[in-house]
Each structure stands twice: as structure tokens, then as C-alpha cells.
């Protein structure tokens, strides 16, 4: 008998046979580790935003409308993202700069997730949009694909603001154009003279929707000063090119600035008491009326600014509005160390140096300082027996402010938001304010609206602006 007759001997070694055990092992959990990593990749690859967006929304770090705004990216495959900024495509870069703008905090938090780029990598991708003075072509391109695609109807309609910020004199070198920059410049380049002028505000002009939630700037100018006539052709401008693309301008809000004012005329409306008239032709469309609306915070300001550089303002057949009467409810309640349910303080007595701030104006003619001057004479506290006139220019002027402030349907009352229902209700309130408005008197019996202080009566032609806008949308 042969060995090789036996086919279940081993030829090999015990030493040969444990070499090639230990090669196959060490194969086997090579194979089973490069199936585990291509487990784990197709996973990663199957993974997108929606995930980490989900996850955002749940942390409370967007609001429900940015979350609308971002699910067009929700099926981005979160692998494509690396740290190489180079290799960002056009939609990575657009999920990018829009979760920032929406919010700096999710797009933080993202990050520790994903290798977003730097905010100021953001930064230099939006530089390259072309951000020289005057209109953007830019976003008239854009507004009119808005009015072209889905959900348009948020996009008919809008009012346009303009209002004017002092910026600090400065020349720089614009690397990209070439050229120095800094002088007044209306959208055509600076004038190359030794005698331009270096800028010293940014005219900003505004789109804001009326059917829609949605803001946009149109364009910026730099100047040193500008005349009514210039402003008046440059709002031109703003209504003409919205209407090349498909929108409709409805109102020009804007503050009592003296050249706004100018403009007015220049756009063919009036502010004489007794020529008030609050709208003007549209430059595309002699059909169509643009109101004048002036901004009611800025109204507001003016109103308190009055009262107090004038101390008395007659109010004829009601009584006198006085300064003084508001100063005693701050002096009795800091005396007794009690709050009549209002919040004056010394900042709202003494504004002087806090003359922008709208909310003081706001606490400091309030129907809560006229409830307290009510109550006060009500109960022959001594001091406050002649406050009749004080209350109803109070309470006259915070309703205004409530109606022409409002914005949410779920408020009651003045804050309700205005619709055809509600402007039928505050109809009478309005015209009787306007009444009341343009019949104060200082205490010479000169009227305020023909005073210095006169645009403190462009809250009556606000209101006569919605009376006009009521009747035309019934």
C-alpha cells in the first residue's frame, strides 16, 4: 500500500498549513473591512440635506419659511460637499449662502456636519455680484422672473421707499473697476473733475411686496446732497422700470425730509392744508394713481418733538395738550414709587439724545399715559385737574400710530390689520383725527400745519391717502 492511496493525508507542514490559515484570515477580514467601508459609503451617499435640515428645524435654529425656502436643495447628497471651495458647484454655493442669510446660527451649526466654506469665503462668493451705484439690473432680471413663475401673484403689486443714510467720507481704490471711488456717483460712474465732490449719503430705493412677504433694494446712489427735481426722476425711474417687468407700483412711503417734500410737488402731488392732495400720475400708466404715504414712525417722532418744543398745542373745542401734564405722571410715580401701567422714564422725558429711537416716542404718547392722566383727574389728584386736551391728543395719536403700524389680522382693535372691512370701521376715527390735526394751534392761534413744525399734519394726509385708497378698492 502507497501513501498517495490515502487522499485524506496532509502533504503539507503544521508550520505551512497555520501560514496559509493565517493568510486567509487575514484575507477574509480584509474582504469583510473594504465590505464594511462600501457599506458605509453608500450609505454617506444616500444621505442628503433633508436629514440635517430636519434635524435644524427640530433645534429651532430656522423658521418655518426659511425651511420653505431651503427644500429645493433637501435632495442634495451631503457627500458632494468637501473642503476643497473649488470644487462647490452652483447649487452647493446657493444651499450655502442662503442657509447663512437665513440663519448665521443653522448655517453654524451645519458646519460642524458638513465642510461648508467660512463665512467669509460667502462673503467673496457674493462680491462678484455687481454692486455699483444705481439700478441693479440684477434685480429687475430677477423680479421679473418672479412675476413669469410660480406663485407671481406675490409679485404684482408693491410699494416703493426711499430714504437717504449719511455714510463718513472715504476714497479707496476699486481694484476691480480700476478706478478710485468714493465721489457722488447716480448710477453713470463718478465725473472725472478735481471737482467732484466726495459722497457723503447712500439715497437707498426699496421694493417691498404688498401681496407677498418680500423686500428688495432696487438701487443706491451716492451724493452730497441732491435737489427735489434729481430725486423726483430718479423715483421715475424706480416705477418705470418695475412696470418694464411686469410690476405695479402702488404708494411711495418715505420720512418728512424737506427735499422729499420738495419732490412731492415735483411729482405733482400737494401738502397745502387746503390743496392736500396724496397721490400723482403713474409715469407709464395716466390711469393709474401712486400714493404718497409718509412713514408714521418718523410722523410719530415728529408729533412727541412738537408737543415738547412748543409745551401747549391748542386743540379748539376739546382744550390744550401739554407737555408738562406727561412730565408730572413720570414725577408722581417716581415719587411714589409706583407705575400708573405705563412705562415712562427719565429717557422719555428727556429724549433729546435719543431724538430716533421710535419706540420712546411710541411708550411716551401711548394709550397707557393717557389711561394714567384719566385716572389721575379722574380722582382730583392735584396737578392733573385740567388734562382733557393732553388725553385726547394722546389717545388720538397712538390710535393713529396703531392704524397706520398694523400688519397681523389676528390683532383687535386699532391693531387689526387694515382690509376693506376694517377701513370702513376707522373711517370715521380718520377723518376725525385728520380734522383734529389740521385745526392745532400753538398758543399764539397760529395753525401747526402752517408753522415751521407743519409736517407734523402729514398724518392727516396719510389718513386721507387711505380714505382715497378705500374708496377705490370698493
Known sequence: ?????????????????????????????????????????EARAKRTLSTLLTEVEKEKLIASEARQMLKSFENLPMQLFTKNTGAYNDEQRQFATT?????????????????????????????????RPGFSEQVFSFLK?????????????????????????????DPVQQKMIGFTDLGAG????????EATEALVIMA????????????????????????????????????????????????????NQAMVHELGSRLTPGQLTSYFDHPMESAWRIFISF?????LKLLRNALEAMGVIVLPGIGIARWSDIAKVHELQQKEGLRAANKLTEAHIHFQQQKMNVQLAAQTLSASVGTALRFLSSNKIEGFSDTTGTQKFVFTVDRLFDTLNSRT????????????????????????????????????GKRLCESRRHMAHGCPGLCRQHQQSAVAGQ
Request: proline share 3%; aromatic share 8%.
Open 1 to 41: 500500500m502507497k501513501l498517495s492511496d490515502h487522499c485524506y493525508t496532509i502533504k503539507d507542514s503544521p508550520r505551512q498549513l497555520k501560514r496559509r490559515c493565517d493568510e486567509l484570515k487575514e484575507n477574509l477580514d480584509s474582504t469583510k473591512k473594504a465590505l464594511n467601508n462600501a457599506q458605509h459609503r
Open 99 to 131: 442657509l447663512h442669510y437665513y440663519s448665521p446660527k443653522a448655517y453654524e451649526y451645519c458646519r460642524k456636519r458638513l465642510p461648508l466654506p467660512a463665512p467669509s469665503t460667502l462673503r467673496r462668493w457674493l462680491s462678484t455680484i455687481d454692486s
Open 145 to 173: 422672473d418672479k412675476v413669469q413663475g410660480e406663485n407671481s401673484w406675490q409679485y404684482k403689486s408693491c410699494s416703493v421707499m426711499i430714504d437717504g443714510m449719511s455714510i463718513r467720507k472715504h476714497i479707496d481704490w
Open 190 to 197: 463718478s465725473l472725472d473733475s478735481d471737482s467732484q465732490q
Open 208 to 259: 417691498v411686496g404688498l401681496t407677498g412677504h418680500w423686500k428688495v433694494t432696487l438701487g443706491y446712489f451716492l451724493i452730497a446732497g441732491i435737489n427735489a427735481t434729481v430725486q423726483a426722476q430718479l423715483v421715475r425711474t424706480a416705477f418705470c422700470k418695475l412696470h418694464e417687468v411686469g410690476m405695479r407700483g402702488m404708494a411711495l412711503i418715505m420720512d418728512g425730509h424737506a427735499t
Open 295 to 299: 412713514d408714521a414712525c418718523h410722523m
Open 409 to 444: 389680522p389676528k390683532a383687535s382693535g386699532y391693531k387689526q390689520a387694515l382690509t376693506i372691512e376694517t377701513f370702513r370701521k376707522v373711517i370715521p376715527f380718520l377723518r376725525e383725527s385728520r380734522q383734529l390735526l389740521l385745526s392745532m394751534t400753538d398758543s399764539q
